[in-house]
């Protein structure tokens, strides 16, 4: 019995040696990854502060102890990109295009650095391939749009946005540049359309002020006074493609309002008329419409004439401070109930094959 009482001794010690050491090793084997990481998130704060000299060493050291893990050197590709060596960033990027690890990111870093360096036809390739991995990415859509826009193809450009709204209607840059596409080449519905969305969801930045005045200046460009001295809308130049087109155009051709001396006031009572209209449409009955979702509920809470002097305030800044003067509490009253109900994006459509 003794014997047999050292011999599990024995046994049970031999395990514990044997579970030491492999834990030991186990251990060690995955040091340098620990480590790698540990190195990554420092060169990560060193970035953020702007010392990419700190960041490269800490990401190199990183890529040296964990050599099978590409994140480190899409992190030097990033450093160096930053730097503006879009040659050796791509260097560094271009063998991974076929890694299985290979992420929306890199391949968006991989074709950026190829923009910046002119070369347009192979920028245009790898953003189409992170099209392929990453289908619902706004981003991609958004620089092919942009190249089409330098290269002049206005119609490509403008394609490329609407299809970036779409696919990821919560990147709002897609927003901006459908709007600016659209409005430049005359099709002004659907770049009013865009631009107001773009408006609401990014408030108080010098590109909310650039749209809020391209706003002003379009709906000016297509208000018409007739000879009875009735204002309306001048649908001549409007693109009316598709079905819910036809229905905005339908529309428009009944709504009149009386000559106004204030420019803002005319352009609310004409859109407040449309927007009466439109609610015995099949987009008026339903639900899920980014915008007019958005417009049904300014107007239930009574803030809609406010609303239009805070959308298009750049355009006449004298006229939108003589009615906010007069009219202060109910200004003060819709700003508080805006910061308190922004657009709502998710699970809702704008896109113009949406509509149609």
């Given amino acids: 019995m003794p014997h047999t009482y050292r011999f599990i001794q024995m046994k049970t010690y ?24 540990k190195l990554s998130r420092q060169g990560l704060f ?39 060596d879009f040659k050796q960033t791509i260097k560094i990027l271009l063998p991974l295009l076929d890694h299985r690890d290979v992420s929306p ?26 099209i392929e991995l990453s289908p619902h990415d706004g981003k991609f859509y958004h620089d092919l749009g942009n190249i089409y826009l330098m290269r002049k193809q206005k119609d490509i450009a403008e394609a490329y946005f609407e299809r970036g709204l ?9 927003y901006y540049w459908a709007a600016k596409t659209a409005l430049s080449s005359n099709d002004i519905w659907w770049g009013l359309l865009y631009g107001e969305i ?8 010098h590109k909310t002020y650039e749209i809020s005045r391209l706003l002003y200046e379009n709906y000016t460009k297509i208000i018409k006074t ?11 130049n409007m693109h009316w493609n598709g079905k819910f087109d036809k229905t905005c155009d339908s529309i428009w051709q009944h709504i009149t309002v009386k000559k106004q001396v204030s420019t803002i006031e005319a352009i609310y009572q004409l859109r407040k008329g449309f927007l009466d209209d439109l609610k015995a449409t099949h987009i008026g009955q339903s639900t899920g419409y980014i915008l007019f979702d958005f417009l049904r509920d300014v107007e239930q ?33 819709f700003i508080s109930w805006f910061v308190q109900h ?15």
């Fill in 301 to 333: 809470d009574q803030h809609l004439e406010a609303y239009h002097y805070w959308l298009l305030n750049q355009g006449n800044e004298v006229e939108f401070e003589e009615w906010t003067s007069q009219n202060a509490p109910a200004f003060g009253r």
């Fill in 198 to 205: 773009f408006v609401n969801i990014e408030r108080n930045s």
């Fill in 226 to 236: 007739d000879q009875d001295s009735l204002m309306r809308i001048d649908r001549q």
């Fill in 46 to 84: 060193y970035l953020d502060s702007g010392d990419l000299v700190q960041a490269m060493k800490l990401f190199k050291q990183a890529q040296q102890l964990d050599t099978s893990n590409i994140n480190y050197r899409y992190q030097i590709a990033s450093v160096l990109f930053l730097k503006k």
């Fill in 105 to 130: 990111n890199m391949i968006r870093l991989l074709a950026n650095s190829c923009d910046n360096l002119g070369q347009q036809d192979k920028a245009i390739e790898y953003y189409k391939k992170g």
């Fill in 166 to 174: 779409e696919m990821d209607n919560k990147f709002v840059l897609n």
């Fill in 14 to 37: 031999c395990f514990c040696l044997f579970f030491t050491f492999f834990t030991a090793v186990e251990i060690t084997a995955q040091h340098p990854q620990t480590e790698a990481r």
């Fill in 342 to 356: 922004p657009l709502e994006l998710s699970g809702k459509k704008m896109a113009r094959r949406e509509m149609e």
